[in-house]
């Protein structure tokens, strides 16, 4: 097993910068992949093969020269809410239709001037809303993972499905995703990758397209926690022009990975056995538990007394804001226009035409939410339990350094087994939501399969802006779980 | 409990969605269901307890007053999907 | 006196609260670094911000903080340390975002009061309930097409200061008093220009009636967006005079947004709203809540001009001049400066009066403002020394100070020129007197027989003769020698 697909982002950069292979090749064969693989996947809106060509030559030069940044040359898909200057930038909705940005997100700016070459933009939920990749107006993806005894199309997760999708299946060295209750580690979760949210703040949100801006966070997705610790360096860093950016310096994150868990307290949350999780997922968490305690850990019981009311809390405070954010899109300046005799009736039809069936539930549910005679009622009360969860998790970080749960209740689902219940769709995010109410970075990485031979995830949670610990606790999960299976639609097998 | 139609009629008008008749009765019932989950919170004794306003880590910042940005009308314009001249256009507004 | 208007049932009182919306004066807008001064191409004064463009992030201004600090100290109001922005919701084609950001629950300055001047010389404190920053929204043009609106995105996102006063102003001379204190204290303090032509300041004007002694207020309407003094004036009379006969007729009035059409003096319903407005208002989530430091506004206090009160207190006492002059002199800033810069090494009540009277009036006539006065405080300031030394007397004076505003030449170069020094030479003004006084010899006895106001008639002959250039006081004291030999 030595073929270019073999390659993680870590070896790729290594063998780049020892010349054993050029950025044009390794650019190449994942040109290739996509055209042979991604019709079927599903993962890419846009593909950029042209740019992404010149990209990789110039990097050849940089490197001939021993120069390049820390990612020159390394293929990456970009989720498509990042806008990317002269890139058609959809957040997979009808509404944006064709919007070229004539800017570029700082997340993708910081991964350009590191050298990183962009294959394309990669498909998700619309405005990043759903956790199945399935209310994108481009069409669901699909996860490449297929169950052992059975041909139906999987779920790659959502948000951040394409990204995940694209990266699982050796599309790309890495990817960018979001993540506002969920969005990248149930999704990296569903495919057997890594994937970590920061803090808040850690990664600006300039030019990011904008679903819940209290929630909002860019993060790393790839193959392990090497690999998103090398991206993660590279995305993160204060940003002057997103207020909420916080003006700390960023870590070595690829240094920490060897740190190990020695003397770490791990807390188990309590509130996180629910009712009804597959024995699986409880016999994967206590694995995850003999894990660490294996490797030097001490494993402590905490509760954060509020989890139950996270899903209900983020929904509320998630779609008030969401109904705000997305008001700009109006068909005046910029997206889809529907013509109209009047004002209101251009917006009301090009809003109407504009936006999937989702989009305009948690719109109108943001609407309600904060309308004359329930902001009291549902928006206000939701930030005070929302300051509740978040002292749940200071009080508990009190005690113990990190915090491990599973990912997901569930691994990924069939795209035909979408339960029609909205709310039982949400209960996707029951273990994520929680650490994105209260802005402490998470991370997932693959730890299992399940029954049916579908991955499973193990959730870590830590302190603010200490995703080293989480990243060091994380790597030795994935030494000790040695996840080394392919899902099923890989670059690397030949068809 | 499913929202009345004249209440989703209102918040639609709100947010500029235009339905279809037909949308109208399922919208009703899917953020009916919504609402009724989001109840829950309700039990949650919130007694002196401030509501969350950002994550309190990052500490405000204010810029310059400088002139550091504008004149990129190209850039403003690039994607209008009406436009004549300089301005975007929209249907005549009658005050 | 309390205004009242004389309704078919009695007499009424009106109730009126005004929020004034101010343009901060300030480089760049309020939370982008878009340039915020007036005019400029359409859509050349806005970044991608301004426009909503996906992804954009507001960061604020601080430079406009410090404006509405500066303001609120002016106002002598409550600086609140902790304010928060919030975002209002609604859809406008002029508003990118789909909202406009604003201080909803947390202003930046709570409350405060403008002391106004009334016309019969008494003085009223109108409370201020808060200001508030806020965006400006951009412009829709609906007279260049038959079926379109064009919209400029230039005023987008400027800063305003939103100045909300208590109800309590009861008559339009207070609100014209109240607006014109406002203003004062606004450009003193160099926070918003207060030109209400290019709309830098505008106000909405609620406006009820009640009965005399009642103790609660009735219905209010809003009037909006009147930008001129003489207009809200004019808008609160008519709108009260509306109200009380819709009370007298046995109708209530609807609580409801007006405009004021000043064409036809009237004030009508805004009924094309027909959805009531739902703002949903919430704390913006892209900023953070703003803090600021007591010692920053120390500072700010510290480094503060003198204000209109203080300077007009300052002025009495230190000049000497009347309440009614430092009314006048101290409407501007630059007015008083330019007074305190003549005053200073001249006679500081005659300096007054000729401010007051022929310098006014010369800038009146030359169109002239008091930033480009014809004539440097410098320059009358020398003039007024001419008078005090008896160079020159009043007369001559006020010639001489037509002569600079048209040839810019200093005062005492006009007077060499001209050859107006004064005469103070008694041979000189004796012998002038004596050919008056033989010529006239009738008028001589007529004086001498009682008419003692033939004086006056001798005083001006003998000015005539001299060109104007006797000196007063030795022409009157030899004129009263030589009639009574």
Redesign the interface.
């Known amino acids: 097993m030595s073929g270019i697909h073999d390659f993680t982002l870590a070896s790729a950069r290594d063998a780049l910068k020892a010349r054993k292979i050029s950025a044009v090749e390794l650019t190449n064969a994942h040109i290739d992949a996509i055209e042979r693989l991604d019709g079927q996947l599903n993962s890419f809106i846009t593909r950029t093969p042209d740019q992404a060509r010149e990209a990789a030559k110039a990097s050849d030069d940089a490197l001939a020269k021993g120069e390049g940044g820390s990612l020159c040359g390394i293929p990456l898909g970009i989720k498509d809410l990042f806008c990317t200057n002269g890139v058609r930038t959809t957040a997979a909705s009808k509404i944006l239709g064709n919007?070229?940005p004539?800017?570029e997100s700082t997340v993708t700016a910081n991964l350009l001037k590191d050298g990183a070459v962009f294959l394309g933009k990669l498909n998700l939920d619309e405005f990043a809303m759903g956790s199945a990749n399935l209310t994108s107006a481009f069409g669901p993806v699909e996860n490449p993972w297929k169950r052992r005894d059975s041909d139906a199309k999987l779920v790659p997760g959502g948000s951040s499905g394409g990204s995940a999708a694209a990266v699982a299946a050796g599309l790309v060295l890495g990817a960018t995703g979001t993540d506002t209750g969920g969005s990248i580690r149930q999704p990296a979760a569903f495919t057997g990758i890594a994937g970590i949210k920061p803090?808040?703040?850690r990664c600006s949100r300039f030019g990011t397209i904008a679903f819940a801006s209290?929630l909002d966070q860019a993060g790393p997705m790839a193959r392990n926690l090497q690999d998103c610790a090398i991206l993660l360096e590279s995305m993160a860093g204060f940003d002057?022009r997103d207020?909420?950016?916080?003006?700390t310096p960023v870590p070595h994150y690829e240094a920490a990975l060897k740190r190990g868990v020695k003397g770490l307290r791990v807390g188990i949350p309590k509130e996180y056995h629910v009712e009804g999780m597959p024995a699986e997922i409880e016999a994967l968490w206590q694995q995850g538990m003999n894990w660490l305690r294996d490797a030097g850990a001490q494993i402590v019981e905490v509760s954060l007394p509020?989890t139950?009311?996270g899903l209900?809390?983020y929904?509320?405070a998630a779609l008030a804001e969401a109904?705000s954010n997305l008001?700009r899109y109006?068909?005046?300046?910029?997206?889809?226009?529907v013509?109209?005799?009047?004002?209101?009736?251009?917006?009301?039809?090009s809003?109407?035409a504009g936006?999937g069936d989702e989009v305009?539930?948690r719109?109108?549910?943001g609407?309600?939410?904060l309308?004359s005679g329930y902001y009291d009622?549902?928006y206000?009360?939701?930030?005070?339990?929302?300051?509740?969860i978040?002292q749940d998790f200071l009080k508990a970080f009190e005690n113990v350094d990190v915090l491990l749960t599973p990912t997901a209740p569930s691994g990924a689902f069939a795209q035909d087994e979408k339960p029609s219940?909205?709310?039982q769709m949400y209960l996707n995010d029951v273990f994520t939501v929680p650490a994105s109410m209260?802005?402490v970075p998470a991370l997932s990485v693959p730890a299992g399969l399940d029954a049916r031979g579908v991955p499973l995830g193990l959730q870590l949670i830590g302190k603010?802006?200490d995703e080293e610990t989480l990243i060091a606790a994380g790597h030795t999960i994935e030494q000790a779980a040695a996840f080394h299976h392919r899902p099923t639609i890989h670059a690397g097998v030949s068809a | 409990m499913s929202?009345d139609a004249k209440?989703?009629t209102r918040?639609?008008?709100?947010?500029?969605?235009?339905?279809?008749p037909g949308e109208v009765e399922t919208?009703g019932k899917?953020?009916g269901?919504?609402?009724d989950?989001?109840e829950?919170?309700?039990e949650?004794d919130?007694t002196g307890?401030?509501?969350?306003?950002?994550?309190g880590?990052?500490?405000?910042?204010?810029?310059?007053?400088?002139?550091?940005?504008?004149?990129?009308?190209?850039?403003?314009?690039?994607?209008?999907?009406?436009r004549?001249?300089?301005?975007?256009?929209?249907?005549?507004?009658?005050? | 006196m309390s205004y009242r208007i004389t309704g078919s049932t009695g007499e009424w009182e009106i109730v009126v609260g005004l929020e004034v919306h101010a343009q901060v004066v300030?480089?760049?807008k309020l939370f982008?670094?878009?340039?915020a001064e007036y005019g400029g191409?359409?859509?050349?004064?806005?970044?991608?911000?301004?426009?909503g463009f996906p992804g954009m992030l507001p960061?604020?201004?601080?430079?406009?903080?410090a404006q509405a600090v500066r303001t609120g100290l002016g106002l002598e109001a409550e600086i609140n340390l902790f304010s928060?922005f919030d975002r209002k919701n609604y859809?406008y084609?002029d508003l990118p975002t789909g909202y406009q950001i604003s201080q909803f629950a947390h202003p930046i300055i709570g409350k405060g009061k403008v002391l106004v001047d009334l016309a019969d010389g008494s003085t009223r404190e109108i409370g201020v309930t808060r200001l508030h920053l806020e965006q400006d929204a951009g412009k829709?043009?609906?007279d260049?097409?038959?079926?379109?609106?064009?919209?400029?995105?230039n005023r987008a996102g400027v800063a305003l200061m939103e100045i909300v006063s208590e109800p309590d102003i009861r008559s339009p001379e207070e609100a014209g008093a109240y607006l014109r204190k406002l203003r004062q204290i606004l450009r003193y303090i160099g926070t918003c220009d207060g030109n209400m032509e290019e709309g830098s300041m505008r106000a909405d004007v609620n406006v009820s009636v009640r009965k005399p002694g009642e103790t609660e207020y009735r219905t209010r309407c809003e009037i909006k967006n009147v930008n001129s003094i003489r207009f809200v004036m004019m808008a609160i009379e008519v709108e009260a005079q509306r109200q009380i006969e819709v009370w007298e007729a046995g109708g209530t009035v609807d609580q409801e947004t007006r405009?004021f059409d000043h064409v036809r003096g009237e004030t009508r319903s805004l009924r094309?709203k027909e959805?009531a407005h739902?703002y949903?208002y919430f704390?913006d989530?892209d900023l953070?809540?703003?803090?600021i430091e007591q010692s920053w506004v120390d500072e700010l206090k510290a480094a503060l001009p003198e204000l209109p009160e203080a300077k007009r207190a300052r002025l009495e006492q230190e000049y000497g001049v009347s309440r009614y002059e430092s009314s006048v002199l101290c409407v501007e800033q630059a007015i008083a400066d330019f007074y305190e810069a003549v005053a200073r090494g001249a006679d500081a009540r005659l300096a007054a009066n000729w401010m007051l009277g022929d310098f006014f009036a010369a800038l009146n006539r030359t169109g002239r403002s008091i930033e480009d006065s014809p004539v440097s405080a410098e320059g009358l300031r020398e003039l007024l020394g001419l008078i005090s030394d008896s160079t020159i007397n009043g007369k001559i004076a006020k010639e001489v100070l037509e002569d600079m505003v048209e040839t810019g030449d200093s005062a005492s170069a006009i007077v060499e020129r001209k050859g107006l020094r004064q005469v103070t030479d008694t041979g000189a003004i004796e012998s002038a007197i004596r050919e008056i006084l033989a010529a006239n010899n009738d008028k001589v006895e007529e004086y001498k027989g009682g008419k003692d106001k033939l004086f006056g008639f001798f005083v001006g002959q003998t000015m005539k003769a001299m060109k104007g250039k006797g000196n007063p006081a030795l022409v009157n004291e030899t004129l009263k020698k030589l009639l009574s030999e």
């Open positions: 919007f070229v004539p800017y803090t808040y703040g209290s002057p207020s909420t950016s916080v003006d509020h139950k009311y209900p809390t929904y509320i109904s008001a109006d068909g005046v300046r910029f997206g889809e226009r013509s109209a005799p009047t004002l209101d009736g251009l917006y009301e039809a809003r109407a936006f305009k539930r719109i109108l549910i609407t309600h939410v309308s009622a549902y206000l009360r939701a930030q005070k339990v929302r300051t509740l978040q219940d909205p709310v209260a802005g603010f802006f | 929202l209440t989703v918040i639609a008008r709100l947010a500029r969605i235009g339905l279809q919208l899917d953020m269901s919504i609402i989950w989001v829950q919170l309700k949650v919130v307890v401030d509501p969350m306003i950002g994550t880590l990052a500490t405000p910042r204010l810029r310059e007053d400088r002139v550091t940005d504008g004149n990129c009308r190209d850039k403003v314009l690039s994607n209008a999907p009406e004549k001249g300089p301005f975007y256009t929209v249907p005549k507004v009658v005050e | 300030s480089e760049a982008s670094g878009a340039s191409e359409p859509n050349t004064h806005v970044s991608l911000v301004d426009a960061v604020l201004n601080r430079e406009c903080v928060r859809f084609a829709s043009i609906h260049q097409d038959p079926t379109r609106s064009f919209i400029d995105l405009l094309s959805d739902d949903r704390p989530p953070l809540p703003l803090v």
